[in-house]
């Protein structure tokens, strides 16, 4: 990868980048069935793909776990893969907490509220210490978890439905990570920014509709 004089990029590394935007793409439209925030999942989940398909049947999960992965490729190394690995491990612990019918109050208006927090930290490029932000993802993640859970209808496979939406945020964090990468140029900076205003709005619409 070569810089010009000029300050554009060679057209091997342009050339990569289409081609990781266009992989990051056809990952979230696979995994785009729905539009709706709800969750209408509720009372038909069964086994690992309905597991798989269920947050992305939200919006508000999926602007939430797409931000975590673009808050990570801002902040690079470690946290590209340390917060889209912390995400689903503590959210396969709220899911436990949902089954197992442990109250947990708030979880819309958390749920929201992380899309407003994730959204407003890639649109400041907030650069907190490591733990730090892996404690702020990990705190949301347990809300996320916990939506998914209480969703799950009894005699339906609890561990294969985890594994399925355990699956599928961990595509949508990579979706993320994959946009994300066109950090490494000023004009990418700036629509990363511009993408983490947009998703603190619309969590911030979320949040609105969660106390309506």
Request: hydrophobic share 55%.
């Amino acid at each position: 990868m070569r810089q010009t004089n000029a300050g554009r990029w060679s057209l091997p590394e342009a050339g990569a980048t289409r081609g990781a935007l266009a992989k990051s793409f056809t990952v979230a439209t696979a995994l785009w069935p729905a539009l709706a925030w709800a969750h209408v999942g509720q009372g038909r989940a069964e086994g690992f793909l309905a597991g798989l398909s269920h947050p992305v049947s939200g919006l508000d999960h999926v602007l939430a776990m797409v931000a975590v992965g673009l808050w990570g490729a801002q902040l690079g190394a470690p946290a590209i893969w340390l917060l889209p690995v912390t995400f689903p491990m503590v959210m396969a612990f709220g899911g436990m907490l949902g089954l197992a019918g442990v109250p947990l109050p708030g979880v819309e208006a958390a749920i929201a509220l992380s899309g407003v927090l994730l959204g407003l930290a890639v649109l400041a490029e907030f650069r907190p210490p490591l733990p730090v932000a892996a404690a702020i993802v990990g705190f949301f993640a347990v809300f996320h978890g916990h939506a998914h859970g209480v969703e799950l209808p009894a005699g339906a496979s609890g561990l294969t439905y985890s594994i399925g939406f355990v699956v599928a945020t961990g595509l949508l964090h990579a979706g993320g990570i994959g946009i994300g990468l066109i950090h490494r140029w000023t004009w990418g900076r700036l629509l990363l920014r511009g993408a983490g205003a947009c998703v603190a709005v619309a969590g911030g619409y979320f949040l609105w509709r969660a106390f309506a």
